[in-house]
């Protein structure tokens, strides 16, 4: 693995135009439950594929908006981890870096990444299921209990609609802008660098493929083999906040050395 390590050293300590494509597994080390293992307590008889939906939310917004702010609650509960601060690290030593993630949660931005691409929106930017006009998020999310609750979602303060989380849900299209800026820099990048994504849910999984197609170096962080494997030049086999930090640390030195 140190050879594989010295190779990817090697493509990003020349790479001018960098790509880093994330999903759950980045934050999986800070704790957040993944989409999945988001089911727990109230919600654990619920498949994700029929919470995460409009006709879910229509059908009873307090059960979805309850289960949204839970998960939101659980994010602020947890801390970015030392994958997010090499994330970090990265964009601030690589001339252009883009960096898209396909997580609704705030921790690229509390480790210091400035403008990450949302791909599938944000727990953090509610909006009017109507008229889309944004709406705050709660601020002090009191303690959920454990296996959270209902909670009847507030107003929208333009038309008076219910307001929505602001993700994309299963069977709508992801965020037109987000999409194409992240599809410009894939086929524009001279290395995507994946982590923690499974590869699996489009169209957010052609983005290594894009970058693939049009000639990028792509390396895999994942501890688990994924659809990615076939299309990675080199797969670094272990866990976002142990390789990261090590990748950064044979390009660059220690993170602190300037
Ligand atoms: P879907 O199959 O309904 O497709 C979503 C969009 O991707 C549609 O516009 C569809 O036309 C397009 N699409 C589907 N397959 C494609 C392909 N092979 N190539 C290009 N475009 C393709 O997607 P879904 O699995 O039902 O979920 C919709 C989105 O919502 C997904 O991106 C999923 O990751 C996301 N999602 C987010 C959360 C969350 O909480 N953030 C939860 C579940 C799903
Ligand atoms: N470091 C790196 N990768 C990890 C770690 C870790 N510590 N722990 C787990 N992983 C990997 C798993 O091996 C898996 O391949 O992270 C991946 C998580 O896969 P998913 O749970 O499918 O998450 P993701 O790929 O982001 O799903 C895509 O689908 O669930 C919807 O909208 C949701 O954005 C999500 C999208
Ligand atoms: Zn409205």
């Known amino acids: 693995e140190q050879l594989v390590a010295g190779e990817a050293a090697k493509l990003l300590g020349q790479a001018r135009r960098v790509v880093i494509f994330t999903g759950a597994g980045m934050s999986a080390e800070s704790g957040v439950p ?16 029929a919470l995460a939906t409009p006709e879910a939310f229509r059908a009873d917004p307090a059960l979805v908006w309850g289960w949204y702010e839970w998960r939101r609650s659980a994010v602020g509960r947890a801390r970015p981890n030392q994958g997010h601060v090499a994330v970090a690290a990265i964009e601030a030593r690589v001339p252009n870096c883009v960096l898209v993630t396909q997580n609704v949660d705030d921790l690229h931005e509390r480790a210091g990444s400035t403008a990450p691409l949302h791909l599938h929106g944000s727990l953090f930017a509610p909006r009017c299921s109507a008229c889309a006009h944004p709406a705050p998020a709660p601020d002090g999310m009191a303690e ?53 994504t499974s590869g699996l849910v489009y169209p957010a999984a052609e983005i290594p493929q894009v970058a693939a197609r049009c000639g990028a170096a792509v390396i895999q962080v994942n501890p688990e083999e994924t659809p990615l494997d076939h299309v990675a030049d080199v797969n670094l086999r272990g866990p976002a906040a142990r390789v990261l930090p090590a990748l950064v640390e044979a390009v660059w030195g220690g993170a602190d050395r300037g």
């Open 34 to 49: 993944t989409f999945r293992d988001a089911l727990s307590g109230l919600w654990q008889q619920f498949d994700a594929q």
């Open 144 to 196: 959920e209990p454990a296996g959270g609750r209902r909670i009847t979602p507030p107003r929208c303060t333009r038309c008076s609609a219910p307001v929505r989380p602001g993700v994309v849900w299963f069977g709508e299209a992801l965020p037109e802008a987000a999409l194409s800026a992240a599809v410009e820099a894939a086929a524009t990048c001279d290395l995507l660098l994946t982590v923690g």
